[in-house]
């Protein structure tokens, strides 16, 4: 089947590494997170990934659980509301292709109440809502569930974007080559999302060997907070994913933290096309 | 992933290597002080009506089973070359028990609570810096033991190179749930031992669960006898949503923690905040293997609220002379109701999971006796 995602990142990739950047939807409302998601793709982003909240983000560090915190906090807070703040990116910018982040249980789960096949029916909303892909930090390549996925994603034609971590075994490597899609999130550094002043030197080499064995375009993500750092993975990184830099601005200047994410975006993007 | 690959790895390889059972046998007898003993409890009889009998594991040493898991997974550590050891805690059993297993083999030892928990058991806090470990407390989502279990897991993805994680539940990512089973299922194979050579098998094993290491340990050794097997959750204040954490009872399958299991959830695949008066059946889940026991039917689950689990813990006090953890009183309130009908001759083996010094402080002031 043809992988829509990848094809649009292998196109890109001609003009240098593509910009990812991460949003948590609804923080500190989803108003805003729309706002924001637009500006950063006028200012350049080529991807958005929209992170659903969860009640316990194990893959996540302080800045981004705080986010999550606020997003729940939110009054018009819903499942569906979630999709629908997805929708309203994807019709004010429909050339951008719009990436779920969500831990397992919202997948596999979300639609328990209303739906006999939960999963099918999270697929089907996150299609209507123009997903292009999504990224599941709890979900093993090598789980029945990632089958499954894998199945009812390919209808869907939403991509199974799995993680690899510097410790990602080469026969681990394989498995992914088999269900994954679109491209790899590759975990720059061990432990969760977050700041980090230095990437560790073996990145550059481990985001080698995952390309080769897996096929795939591979983006860096945990630990971007300066463009320099993305600078320094642009000869072999398909793609960068900045996160937490984000929700620090917006906790700090809530939705008015718009003028700082669009400066910021920018600021990547040029490091990784000059 | 990769590291618990390795755990599962070394874990299947050592099982059955005399080398490590011998270590294990030793270090079970001279230092947890096994086996632990079986009580008659004569006056809880005359009082409920029914031969109530107790496994002692408010004996062994730190005062709780959670030693046997967190000697057991301490040993895998040092199989696996790992110089450090984390926990989550929630009553802070678990937390000493793992504090106490660092200092005794001389690692580095990081322990997770939640800030509710750490308000609630002051004294296992205090134990466990006095034991050298460092206490970490967890402020985010409800601060309790699932918040503690989300910071733990968080810890050991930044430092899995040197640290092994021993989760102190029948919880987690497999091979978690089979190591705890197996290291706790000394409670079983010892009691059926001791009720079979004095006054025979048991008619009913009663214990309490919260993700259920206890219980899972105790029921292991009469899975295939004709007794009738009791978890017992926390039924809380009531049951509401955010009530109880009565995971069975109100949980739907779905992925937590590394597990498929029962977990009490809301719209849209949230975890419910849950709420018990004993901080060690804190949590919105269950181990996946009493799922499946509560599914095929050969255990039954059953809940007591905190107001029983409170009476309990203050009768027992009073006529046995033990004082029950919070957590067991769960186990033992059950067993007041179930003699009831039970009949004068009918043996119940209730198991004691842990002393209730812990609980003291906290009782105190809900019972209004400070």
């Known amino acids: 089947m043809m992988d829509k995602l990848k094809e649009y990142i292998l196109k890109k990739r001609a003009q240098g590494p593509l910009y990812m950047p991460y949003l948590t939807a609804g923080d500190p409302d989803f108003a805003s997170t729309v706002r924001f998601a637009c500006g950063m793709i006028d200012a350049g982003a080529d991807l958005i990934e929209l992170g659903i909240p969860f009640s316990d983000p194990t893959a996540d560090g302080p800045v981004i659980q705080a986010a999550m915190v606020r997003a729940m906090e939110n009054a018009d807070f819903s499942f569906e509301r979630i999709f629908q703040c997805a929708r309203e990116i994807h019709e004010a910018r429909p050339d951008v292709p719009i990436v779920f982040l969500s831990y397992m249980n919202p997948v596999f789960r979300g639609f328990a109440h209303k739906s006999d096949r939960p999963l099918e029916a999270f697929l089907a909303e996150a299609a209507r809502a123009g997903i292009q892909g999504?990224?599941?930090?709890?979900?093993?390549?090598?789980?029945?569930?990632?089958?499954?996925?894998?199945?009812?994603?390919?209808?869907?034609?939403?991509?199974?974007?799995?993680?690899?971590?510097?410790?990602?075994?080469?026969?681990?490597?394989?498995?992914?080559?088999?269900?994954?899609?679109?491209?790899?999130?590759?975990?720059?550094?061990?432990?969760?999302?977050?700041?980090?002043?230095?990437?560790?030197?073996e990145v550059k080499t481990q985001m080698?060997?995952?390309?080769?064995?897996?096929?795939?375009?591979?983006?860096?993500?945990?630990?971007?907070?300066?463009?320099?750092?993305?600078?320094?993975?642009?000869?072999?990184?398909?793609?960068v994913i900045v996160g937490s830099l984000h929700h620090r601005l917006i906790q700090e200047k809530g939705p008015g933290a718009l003028e700082a994410i669009c400066e910021s975006t920018a600021a990547f993007v040029k490091a990784l096309r000059g | 992933m990769p590291a618990i690959l390795e755990l599962e790895e070394v874990y299947f390889k050592v099982r059955s290597k005399k080398r490590f059972q011998k270590k294990w046998e030793q270090l079970q007898r001279d230092y947890i002080g096994r086996p632990s003993r079986l009580t008659y409890a004569a006056r809880l009889s005359d009082e409920w009506g029914a031969q109530i009998y107790l496994k002692r594991e408010d004996l062994n040493h730190t005062g709780a089973h959670k030693i046997n898991n967190a000697?057991?997974?301490?040993?895998?550590?040092?199989?696996?070359?790992?110089?450090?050891?984390?926990?989550?805690?929630g009553a802070g059993q678990h937390g000493v028990a793992t504090a106490t297993a660092a200092a005794h083999f001389g690692l580095k030892c990081t322990v997770y609570m939640g800030s509710e928990d750490v308000r609630r058991q002051k004294l296992n806090c205090y134990r466990m810096k006095l034991l050298g470990a460092e206490v970490i407390p967890v402020t985010s989502g409800t601060s309790t033991l699932k918040d503690a279990t989300n910071e733990a897991m968080r810890d050991w993805a930044r430092n899995v190179r040197n640290t092994h994680y021993i989760i102190g539940?029948?919880?987690?990512?497999?091979?978690?749930?089979?190591?705890?089973?197996?290291?706790?299922?000394?409670?079983?194979?010892?009691?059926?031992?001791?009720?079979?050579?004095?006054?025979?098998?048991?008619?009913?094993?009663?214990?309490?669960?919260?993700?259920?290491?206890?219980?899972?340990?105790?029921?292991?050794?009469?899975?295939?006898?004709?007794?009738?097997?009791?978890?017992?959750?926390?039924?809380?204040?009531?049951?509401?949503?955010?009530?109880?954490?009565?995971?069975?009872?109100?949980?739907?399958?779905?992925?937590?923690?590394?597990?498929?299991?029962?977990?009490?959830?809301?719209?849209?695949?949230?975890?419910?905040?849950?709420?018990?008066?004993?901080?060690?059946?804190?949590?919105?889940g269950v181990g996946p293997e009493h799922a499946y026991l509560a599914k095929t039917g050969r255990v039954k689950y059953v809940r007591v609220r905190d107001d029983r689990a409170l009476e309990c813990f203050q009768e027992v006090s009073r006529l046995e002379g033990i004082i029950p953890a919070l957590e067991s009183a769960h186990a033992l309130a059950f067993a007041r109701e179930l003699a009831r009908d039970a009949g004068k001759k009918a043996r119940i083996l209730v198991n004691l999971s842990g002393r209730g010094d812990k609980d003291v402080a906290e009782a105190a002031s809900i019972l209004g006796m400070e």
């Open chain 1, 134 to 201: 999504i990224v599941i930090p709890d979900l093993p390549a090598d789980q029945p569930e990632a089958n499954e996925f894998f199945r009812v994603s390919e209808r869907f034609q939403i991509a199974q974007i799995f993680m690899s971590a510097p410790n990602t075994s080469p026969d681990r490597l394989n498995d992914l080559r088999k269900h994954g899609r679109g491209f790899i999130y590759h975990v720059t550094s061990y432990g969760v999302t977050g700041e980090r002043s230095e990437l560790p030197p």
């Open chain 1, 208 to 239: 080698k060997a995952v390309r080769e064995s897996t096929g795939l375009p591979v983006f860096a993500g945990f630990g971007f907070s300066r463009p320099d750092q993305a600078d320094t993975v642009k000869a072999v990184a398909d793609g």
């Open chain 2, 71 to 89: 000697i057991g997974q301490a040993l895998l550590a040092l199989e696996m070359g790992k110089e450090r050891i984390i926990a989550e805690t």
């Open chain 2, 169 to 284: 539940s029948a919880i987690g990512p497999h091979p978690f749930p089979i190591i705890v089973a197996d290291f706790q299922s000394v409670i079983g194979k010892e009691s059926r031992k001791q009720m079979k050579k004095g006054p025979g098998l048991p008619h009913a094993v009663i214990a309490c669960v919260g993700g259920g290491s206890n219980a899972i340990g105790i029921f292991h050794g009469f899975l295939k006898d004709d007794v009738d097997l009791y978890g017992v959750e926390a039924g809380g204040r009531s049951d509401d949503p955010g009530e109880n954490s009565a995971s069975i009872t109100f949980g739907e399958v779905g992925y937590f923690h590394g597990t498929k299991s029962l977990f009490i959830q809301k719209e849209g695949g949230q975890i419910q905040g849950v709420h018990s008066v004993s901080a060690g059946l804190d949590y919105p």
